[in-house]
């Protein structure tokens, strides 16, 4: 057997028997070689986790309350990926969500992992569906995604999530903010953090609002992640909808709208290697020409990759 | 892209040295992974592990680097993870040698200058065989 055939083999069995120093090789291939990490997940059993998004913006307490969460989760599997973003600069990047989750890094049950956002604008990895994946077959029975602090339009989570929570604080404006699409969209819960801070009375107000004008109500749960109150209200609904998502179609949905996005992202990810490579030298190549040359270098790739 | 993670054990609350130096590591393009202060030698362990960094730097300047270093060093061992580890802090001259024969790779006192240290996290890292 050559050396990446063993390599293979053992993550394989790694990933079989659990072992977590596995778990985390895969998911460093899932960063650095996210083709090669889809062919190797592909040969592995999934189990289907609630995956599950805490999105807002920067310091409203995310990683805290994610931290909160795990802390009412003692039997459970669970995996946390924290996203924090890459510098546009050098591509470097300060990974800070785990320190509000530390008391759980030696929790047998529980995965913590940082990941860079590296160039991605919507809020997650280049490799969060290979990441999830990854936790899927290693058979956790929860996978809550962390987004680096949003604005209003970085939503990528809604594709991959099965359950959207977005995190609100206290100060998070007016009515008309509450009015806009983007973030505000894509809730399938909302939480009040920091519901100590007496305005987060006037937030739930307006929120309530802004919810009377649309068809669509959104549960609401008040929280606050450093004391843990209000928490396990929120796991307690987290549990329930996944059993209801599971039976009304809503979770195939929502998994069919994550293949398709998933698979965009790895032919994204192709097309942007071969535009790295191609040739541009030959005279005279207009739009058309060029379009050409991707898409036949594409098939010809993926003929290769059959034999 | 090198993955680092900077920890700090023990029980002193001086973070300023660990922020400087992982915004020194963030800003040369690697990315940093800060665990917070009061960390157990188990914490730091397990988390290097899932993270699957390239390298570990460690941050004590409560004097107690004799302790906490050696039982990291053990633990990364006993679950055979091969991670390179740097200390920096207050870490008296006699102190060094010894950590450095223990399997540390660098020690870094008060006054090293930050772009040392970037630079030689990154050669460290690349001439790691693992």
New interface residues.
């Given amino acids: 057997m050559s050396n990446i055939q063993t390599h293979e083999y053992e993550l394989l069995k790694g990933m079989e028997k659990r072992e977590r120093r596995i778990l985390a090789k895969v998911l460093s291939l899932c960063e650095s070689d996210p083709g090669k990490a889809n062919i190797l997940l592909g040969k592995l059993p999934k189990s289907t986790a609630h995956i599950v998004g805490m999105t807002g913006s920067p310091g409203i307490g995310k990683s805290t309350l994610v931290n909160a969460i795990l802390n009412e989760m003692p039997e459970r599997r669970v995996a946390a990926i924290a996203v924090d973003p890459s510098s546009p600069f050098t591509g470097g990047a300060l990974l800070g969500d785990r320190v509000r989750m530390q008391s759980h890094a030696t929790s047998e049950n529980i995965f913590i992992r940082s990941f860079a956002s590296r160039g991605s604008l919507g809020g997650l990895s280049p490799s969060i569906y290979e990441a999830c994946n990854a936790f899927e077959s290693f058979g956790m029975n929860y996978v809550i995604v962390e987004t680096v602090g949003v604005g209003q339009s970085e939503v990528d989570i809604v594709n991959v999530a099965d359950t959207v929570v977005v995190a609100l604080s206290p100060d998070n404006g007016d009515e008309i903010q509450m009015m806009k699409a983007g973030l505000m969209e894509i809730a399938d819960m909302f939480v009040i953090n920091k519901f100590d801070n007496p305005k987060s009375q006037i937030l739930l107000s307006r929120l309530r609002a802004a919810m009377a004008m649309g068809r669509k109500e959104i549960p609401i749960y008040l929280t606050n992640a450093l004391t843990g109150e209000g928490v396990s209200d929120l796991v307690k609904a987290l549990n329930e909808r996944f059993l209801t998502i599971s039976s009304n179609g809503v979770l195939k949905k929502r998994r069919k709208n994550r293949l398709i996005h998933h698979a965009q992202s790895t032919l994204k990810r192709e097309l942007d290697f071969l535009i790295e490579k191609i040739d541009l030298e030959e005279e005279g190549i207009d739009l058309d020409g060029l379009r050409r040359k991707l898409i036949h270098a594409l098939c010809w790739n993926h003929s290769e990759s059959r034999k | 892209?090198i993955k680092v993670m900077i920890a700090k054990p023990g029980l002193d609350g001086h973070d300023r040295g660990a922020k400087v130096v992982?915004?020194t590591?963030?800003?040369?393009?690697?990315?940093?992974?800060?665990?917070?202060i009061r960390?157990?030698p188990?914490?730091i362990v397990?988390?290097a592990?899932?993270?699957?960094v390239d390298i570990l730097g460690i941050s004590i300047l409560s004097g107690a680097h004799m302790k906490l270093v050696p039982k990291i060093l053990e633990l990364l061992r006993e679950?055979?993870?091969s991670v390179p580890v740097f200390v920096g802090g207050i870490i008296p001259d006699e102190d060094v040698d010894k950590l450095k024969e223990m399997g540390v790779i660098e020690v870094y006192g008060p006054g090293t200058s930050t772009s040392e240290i970037s630079e030689q996290v990154k050669s460290f890292v690349e001439h790691s065989d693992t």
């Fill in positions: 892209m992982a915004r590591l963030r800003d040369a393009g690697m990315e940093v992974i800060y665990t917070g960390q157990t188990e914490q397990q988390s592990i899932d993270e699957d679950k055979k993870a």
